[in-house]
């Protein structure tokens, strides 16, 4: 306990007590929240959410955002199940899916940093072209997981052991990684310069441009990930999979601390984020509270999340 | 002998006993989408039926979101209820939940549409409630001496559910006149859509006495259609299907309405008929892989035998008793695969 605490920095700390009052309360609350069974099952179902933010904060973090990344979900899924079905190979759908997420990344890229579009504009558009492509190519029907690969199955829906999902375990992997890039590699540092003040950045020598890109690359290469985890859990390529996915993400996100304006935040500051409202959510349901209070919780999360980091910036002038 | 009768007898009863305490202590539904006014009837159903086993029933709204449904199915299987009964965001997406609930020895039940792996589903016949619908309108046109039918079908093609209530209305319909389909629009389903496609359509067309709409909202969206571009009602038949809520029943009761017939499907008797499904999977009794639900051609004149309806407090009752006497189909006459 020492070592999490020592690790964690101040606002990552108030984050932590917050998620364990939380969890204390739903302990008490309903008989199933505290059982094994249950934790993993709310590590395997927020692993999507995680693998999504952890890209969404690397991205907002370099001063850029990403709202396209809810119909990317459901876009990229489709040439991952359709090439599985057609092919038989789930490698080869994988690969192709991972493709076109990085594709998707480029473009956004290149229009915001290269074109000097707003990358809000840009993503937006996108949000809109993505799902409307995915409308015309489906008809507004599943395509359904023909090959039934036990492999695929078990990518969002199996446990190690038994006991912990491996969409879990890919997350916490993904998670790792990537605070190390970000907090111990010259190319994290640099995202933070960039996001941070991007004339002193300039000044520096730093390449923004390509640093943007790339963080716009890595945002839709990892939602593309959890675009197979989530495509692996339904057992198709869903027309209507990822809907509102980015508010989910941003609502995450900026409750653990990563601020909207760039430059500021951490990782695990998101993935505490991340794990808050998964078990928010993971308890309002085995209270059967209504899905559409989770909704309104979401909602008062992101309006008070953003409004003090509104506050912190304010102070800080 | 006199023992061995009296030991008979015990043995009966203890069975008996026992066969009624195995009934499902607490049962999980996760709806597609709870905040339909259909949906709201079939958990009333659900509830009903529940509340007069002594079952607990716990209820979940996926909201349309097949990943939440994923996760919903996952906390029902944590908090351990006897059964399950799902109404799928989509077929395909509760595939992999099927094959966990069966790899668990869950027993599942499904409403609507069919998945891959289900074990059983109790859902109307939208071909047959169709029929009934077009069979009544077809039988009011003959009385009237009338020999055509000139269709405005405020349909979605986009479901195959819905192609084949229009489908079963037309075919109906043909075997009393000359059916014609004027306008085969798509009104999403939805009021302001139908009211929409429907202006289009009369504007280039009003030359049509029956207007068929797949769900209560298209049909009543027809309706308003008419009445906006101010065409007389003394000919025309409207007929809608659900029996969702209480707009059909408002419309149906006014004096001098063309809205002459709805293909009621009953969501309440729906929810009755699910539960008493799920009761029957978790006992081990042999249950069909389509329970059919009743559907009828309801009209003003018979449908205060299903419903209490209460105009002014706006509220209706259903008749259980007289909806479960209602003949149904062993299977439907059409399926999607008939298409």
């Known amino acids: 306990m020492n070592n999490i605490l020592r690790y964690l920095r101040k606002g990552e700390l108030a984050l932590f007590v917050i998620f364990l009052i939380v969890f204390v309360v739903f302990s008490f609350s309903s008989e199933y929240f505290f059982t094994l069974r249950n934790i993993m099952n709310v590590s395997g179902q927020m692993s999507i959410i995680l693998i999504a933010a952890i890209g969404f904060s690397v991205l907002l973090i370099a001063g850029e955002v990403d709202i396209s990344i809810g119909s990317l979900l459901a876009f990229v899924s489709i040439p991952l199940i359709e090439t599985m079905n057609i092919t038989g190979s789930v490698p080869l759908g994988i690969i192709l899916c991972l493709v076109f997420g990085i594709l998707i990344g480029l473009i956004n890229g290149f229009f915001s940093v290269y074109l000097g579009v707003s990358s809000l504009i840009v993503t937006l558009g996108m949000l809109f072209i993505l799902r409307g492509a995915v409308y015309l190519y489906t008809g507004q029907r599943a395509i359904p997981d023909e090959l039934m690969s036990d492999f695929f199955f078990y990518i969002g829906n199996g446990k190690f052991m038994g006991t912990i999902p491996y969409a879990a375990i890919i997350g916490l992997v993904i998670l790792l990684v990537f605070i190390f890039v970000m907090r111990n590699t010259s190319y994290g540092r640099k995202l933070y310069a960039v996001g941070g003040n991007q004339e002193v950045a300039r000044l520096a020598g730093y390449n923004i441009k390509l640093l943007k890109l790339s963080a716009f690359v890595i945002c839709s290469f990892l939602s593309s990930i959890s675009a197979i985890i989530l495509a692996s859990r339904i057992g198709s390529a869903n027309h209507v999979a990822g809907d509102l996915f980015e508010f989910q993400v941003v609502a995450a996100v900026v409750l653990g601390g990563v601020s909207l304006a760039g430059g500021i935040g951490s990782l695990t500051g998101a993935a505490i984020g991340v794990l808050i409202l998964s078990v928010i959510s993971n308890g309002l349901g085995l209270l059967n509270i209504d899905t559409q209070w989770q909704l309104v919780v979401n909602g008062v999360i992101i309006i008070i999340a953003v409004g003090f980091d509104e506050l912190k910036r304010n102070r800080s002038l | ?339």
């Open chain 2, 1 to 339: 002998m006199k023992i061995v009768s009296w030991f008979l007898a015990a043995v009966i009863t203890l069975s008996l006993a026992f066969s009624v305490s195995a009934d499902p202590k607490r049962i999980g539904y996760i709806v597609n989408y709870g905040t339909h006014e259909w949906y709201q009837n079939v958990i009333f159903g659900l509830q009903s039926r529940a509340d007069e086993l002594g079952i607990e029933l716990e209820v979940m709204d996926a909201n349309l979101d097949i990943n939440k449904q994923t996760q919903q199915a996952e906390d029902f299987m944590t908090k351990g209820v006897d059964v399950l009964i799902m109404t799928p965001v989509n077929e395909e997406g509760v595939v992999p939940i099927l094959r966990k609930a069966k790899a668990e020895g869950m027993p599942t039940v499904l409403e609507g549409n069919p998945a891959k792996g289900m074990t059983t589903l109790f859902a109307i016949c939208d071909y047959d409630a169709g029929y009934k619908a077009g069979d009544a309108v077809g039988r009011i046109l003959v009385s009237r001496g009338e020999t055509e039918a000139r269709v405005m079908d405020v349909g979605l093609p986009l479901l195959s559910a819905t192609l084949l209530r229009s489908l079963g209305f037309m075919e109906a319909l043909a075997e009393h006149v000359n059916a014609v389909k004027v306008h085969e629009l798509d009104g999403s389903g939805m009021i302001d859509s139908s009211v929409e496609v429907a202006s289009a359509a009369l504007a280039a067309d009003s030359n049509i006495n029956v207007i068929y709409g797949i769900n209560d909202g298209s049909a009543l969206g027809g309706l308003q259609a008419w009445r906006a571009a101010g065409l007389p009602e003394d000919d025309l038949i409207v007929a809608g299907t659900g029996s969702e809520g209480l707009a059909f029943l408002n419309e149906m009761t006014k004096e001098g309405t063309p809205y002459l017939v709805e293909a009621a499907m009953f969501p309440e008797g729906v929810g009755y008929t699910g539960m008493n499904l799920a009761v029957d999977l978790f006992n081990g009794v042999d249950v069909p892989e389509h329970k059919v639900t009743p559907t009828l051609a309801l009209t003003v004149h018979n449908f205060a035998k299903y419903y209490d309806f209460d105009k002014a407090g706006q509220k209706r009752a259903i008749n259980f008793e007289n909806v479960a006497k209602i003949p149904t189909e062993s299977k439907c006459t059409k399926y999607s695969s008939d298409l």
